[in-house]
């Protein structure tokens, strides 16, 4: 078994309110230092070997990321 991370983040062109919120907030609570947020999503697989490359993009694009408005990427962590 093998742990997969799928990241997926607003693409750069698209407003992303919660991340403006959270950035705010960041400044009224004393944090200055911080420019801008971007919120996005985390999803952790527990995989086989079987799953490769490809199959994990397509899960990726087909039901994690909506691909009009956000990307993804994915990486494999060790156990």
């Known amino acids: 078994m093998a742990r997969v991370v799928v990241h997926v983040m ?3 062109e698209i407003l992303d ?8 907030a960041l400044g009224r609570l004393g944090h200055t230092g911080v420019a801008a947020v ?3 999503k985390r999803f952790e697989l527990e ?5 490769g490359d490809d ?4 899960i990726a694009e ?3 990321a909506n691909t009009v408005i956000e990307d993804w990427s994915i ?3 060790p156990q």
Do not use: C, H, M, Y
């Open 47 to 51: 995989v086989d070997d079987t799953v």
């Open 17 to 24: 309110p919660q991340g403006q919120a959270i950035a705010g």
């Open 55 to 58: 199959e994990l993009a397509e």
């Open 10 to 12: 607003p693409k750069e």
């Open 62 to 64: 087909s039901l994690l």
């Open 38 to 40: 971007r919120q996005g």
């Open 75 to 77: 990486s494999r962590e």
